[in-house]
Every structure is written in structure tokens, then in C-alpha cells.
């Protein structure tokens, strides 16, 4: 019984007999003196020790039937049989039993010593409990789902194990009047937690505290104070869709749906999304969201799936100054990028290369990520910035278009000059237009 290095009575013990007798013992008592032929008693009976304390046991049997004096009895400890040399003989009719720097029970509805004549009959049993008193509970922690109910966790003690069953009971209140409540739906979200589902106040302070008991002792956890408004989370956003942008092959467009059930509460929400490849159990996650319900993730590998996620975090709850509590990601949705060189709508096509240079579509790759950097930067999410970078797209496109036209007219009679100055002209009035759209846009 002792946890830790066995005692004596552990290193003697034989072949324990099957679990379930042994539990009964404790849970429905052993015999007693007069429940059969071999009336007998142990003493004391069902003692609750600490751990490193000694137990003195007597066994007395009364009667005189064949086998059943003292000199015929002996010990078991959850079924197995202690070493005679633990026992002695205090009279015709009475067997001791010393047990020294007693450790844990192995169970907590505590461990079996038995008294049993030389047959192996049992004679009399008695529940031993050895361990610790409750420790203080400590670090309660509390949402709300819409407003709606109240959960809680804590943590049961410094150390934990007290080797005994200890109960734990969350009580709250409200803060300035009001009686003390218990909790009653336990282990809803793990071993240490309750659940509140109703009748709950908003705009008043709760006080919340854990008391733990057992056999040794009891223990109160500080109090926590808390509002309901401040501890408020939602489901995940529902309807996450993520789909390509045309042709474009690194990026996905991500489209989300706010919360309903607060819709009729004020409130502020940010969002954030999480990504990963699908063969990879590494997200990367995109904090700047912000209060949007659509995002476009860029610089994403081509031709390769991915697995996307939201969550959102409901705060200022009707002027609450607390920063909210995230929710729980939602289901993945998975969407693939186009393979690099696939056609899409709006999709920039190559030309080939003259004279072992650069593909004519490079400068206009290089300036498309120097926006998407820009757009990273300063811009974030924004749906206003989108629209501006399809814009802007849009018309290099066209000028990547009026280069080639030009330099076919032209033919082999263009030079180098004249060529970089087609492009350049080109790229201006496409630059213009283009912030002339932004200013309409703005």
C-alpha cells in the first residue's frame, strides 16, 4: 500500500485475488462480529491516517469453533497475505498487526486489510485510508458561450494526488447580495470543471471560489471576481469558404460568415485565420484580420492544397473594457492554388523571351509582388485595397498588352532603345490611369 518503495508487507504479499471482492469490501463492509460461524473484529475499524504514519490493528475473535484462535490467523492487504513477522499474538483470542511509514492508498475508495482464519475465510475486513489533506485550488478560469451560461476549470493543488477521493465544489455569487449557489454539472469540459447553464445576471459582479474536501481536511480556493460581459466567447464563424483568384497561382481567397448568436448585442469582433499545407501539421496564422469577414492569403506554393481556419474573438460587449476570449477554430475547409502555368480567368499570360533575355510578363511579375509586399505592409485585409489591386492589375496587364503590339508593328527594325522606351511610355500611361481609377475608387 505504501506509494513509493514497498514496505515489508508488500514484499511478502502472494497472488492477489480478483479486483471486484476486494472493492466490495470497502464499499459494502467486510463481516463483522456475529455475521457468521467465525465472529470477529478489527480495531480500529475504516481508520483515515496520513501518509508516514504507523497503524496498530487487532483482530479478536469471539466463540470458540475449530481454527479460529489467534494462533490460526492471519493478514491480507488488498489481497495479498503480509509476512508473519508483522503480527503477533496478543492472547488465545487476539492477533496484532504493526504496519510502519504507511504510504498513499492505492485506491481511493480505500485499501482492504482482512482478517482471515487458517482456511482463508474471511473473518473480518476494514477500509484503511492513507493520504494527504486537500491542497488550496488555484487557477479559476471562466467563460461565457453567448452570453448565455457560465464554465469554469481549475487547478486542484500545488501537488495534486491526495490519494483520497477529494470532492470539489465551485460555489459563486453575486458580489454584492445574493446567496451562495453550487454548481452542479461537473466535468463538462474536463476533471476539474463545472457548468452553470442558466439564470445568470448581466451588469453585476460574480464572486467565484472552489472548496475541496476529504477525509483529512478541507480547502478554499481565493476568490475570483468576474463579469459575465468580460468573459464572453461564440462559436466559430460558420460557412468558411476558400476559393482560388483566378488565375493567380499563390494566393486563395478566404470568405467567412460573423457569428449569429450576437448578432443583437453590441459588439466588436476580430478574426484571426490559420493555414497549413496539407501534408504539414504547421499552421501559420494571420493576425491583422481585423473586423473584416474576408481575407486573401498571398504567397502561397502553386498547385498545392491547403487547410484553412477561423476563429473570432467577440469583445466590447456592450462597452466591456476586457479583451475577449477567442473561440474554437472552425472545421477546416480545404481549396488548392493552380499549378504554376495553368490559365485562369484573368490569369497574366507569358510570352516568350527575345534574345535569351527575361520573359516580357517578368517586370510585370516583379511589380505585382512589390504591390502584394506593399499590400502586406500597409493594407492588411482590407476589401478597399483589393479592389484597388484589381485595378492596378488590370491595367498592367493592358500595358503588357500594348508593348507586344507595338514591338510586333514593329518588328526586327526595333532597337534596344526604342524598345525600352515603348515599355516605359507604356507602363506611364498605365500608371496614370491606374491612380486615376484609385482616386475614383477612394
Request: hydrophobic share 35%; net charge positive.
Amino acid at each position: 500500500m505504501p506509494a513509493g518503495r514497498p514496505g515489508p508487507a508488500a514484499q511478502s504479499a502472494r497472488r492477489p485475488p480478483p479486483l471486484l471482492p476486494l472493492l466490495l469490501l470497502c464499499v459494502l463492509g467486510a463481516p463483522r462480529a456475529g455475521s457468521g460461524a467465525h465472529t470477529a473484529v478489527i480495531s480500529p475499524q475504516d481508520p483515515t491516517l496520513l501518509i508516514g504514519s504507523s497503524l496498530q490493528a487487532t483482530c479478536s475473535v469471539h466463540g470458540d469453533p475449530p481454527g479460529a484462535t489467534a494462533e490460526g490467523l492471519y493478514w491480507t492487504l488488498n489481497g495479498r497475505r503480509l509476512a508473519p513477522e508483522l503480527s503477533r499474538v496478543l492472547n488465545a483470542s487476539t492477533l496484532a498487526l504493526a504496519l510502519a511509514n504507511l504510504n498513499g492508498s492505492r485506491q481511493q475508495s480505500g485499501d482492504n486489510l482482512v482478517c482471515h482464519a487458517r482456511d482463508g475465510s474471511i473473518l473480518a475486513g476494514s477500509c484503511l485510508y492513507v493520504g494527504l489533506p486537500p491542497e488550496k485550488p488555484f487557477n479559476i478560469s471562466c467563460w461565457s458561450k453567448n452570453m448565455k451560461d457560465l464554465t469554469c476549470r481549475w487547478t486542484p493543488g500545488a501537488h495534486g494526488e491526495t490519494f483520497l477521493h477529494t470532492n470539489y465544489s465551485l460555489k459563486y455569487k453575486l458580489r454584492w447580495y445574493g446567496q451562495d449557489n453550487t454548481c452542479e454539472e461537473y466535468h463538462t469540459v474536463g476533471p476539474h470543471s463545472c457548468h452553470v447553464p442558466k439564470d445568470l445576471a448581466l451588469f453585476t459582479p460574480y464572486e467565484i471560489w472552489v472548496e475541496a474536501t476529504n477525509r483529512l481536511g478541507s480547502a478554499r480556493s481565493d476568490v475570483l471576481t468576474l463579469d459575465i460581459l468580460d468573459v464572453v466567447t461564440t462559436d466559430p464563424p460558420p460557412d468558411v469558404h476558400v476559393s482560388r483568384v483566378g488565375g493567380l497561382e499563390d494566393q486563395l481567397s478566404v470568405r467567412w460568415v460573423s457569428p449569429p448568436a450576437l448578432k443583437d448585442f453590441l459588439f466588436q469582433a476580430k478574426y484571426q485565420i490559420r493555414y497549413r499545407v496539407e501534408d504539414s501539421v504547421d499552421w501559420k496564422v494571420v493576425d491583422d484580420v481585423s473586423n473584416q469577414t474576408s481575407c486573401r492569403l498571398a504567397g502561397l506554393k502553386p498547385g498545392t492544397v491547403y487547410f484553412v481556419q477561423v476563429r473570432c474573438n467577440p469583445f466590447g460587449i456592450y462597452g466591456s473594457k476586457k479583451a475577449g476570449i477567442w473561440s474554437e477554430w472552425s472545421h477546416p475547409t480545404a481549396a488548392s492554388t493552380p499549378r504554376s502555368g495553368e490559365a485562369g480567368p484573368g490569369s497574366p499570360r507569358a510570352t516568350p523571351s527575345r534574345g535569351g533575355g527575361e520573359p516580357s510578363s517578368g517586370p510585370v511579375r516583379r511589380e505585382l509582388k512589390q504591390f502584394l509586399g506593399w499590400l502586406k505592409k500597409h493594407a492588411y485585409c482590407s476589401n478597399l485595397s483589393f479592389r484597388l489591386y484589381d485595378q492596378w492589375r488590370a491595367w498592367m496587364q493592358k500595358s503588357h498588352k500594348t508593348r507586344n503590339q507595338v514591338g510586333r508593328s514593329r518588328g526586327c527594325a526595333r532597337g534596344p532603345a526604342s524598345s525600352a522606351s515603348s515599355a516605359s511610355t507604356s507602363r506611364e500611361a498605365a500608371a496614370k490611369a491606374w491612380v486615376t481609377s484609385c482616386t475614383v475608387l477612394r
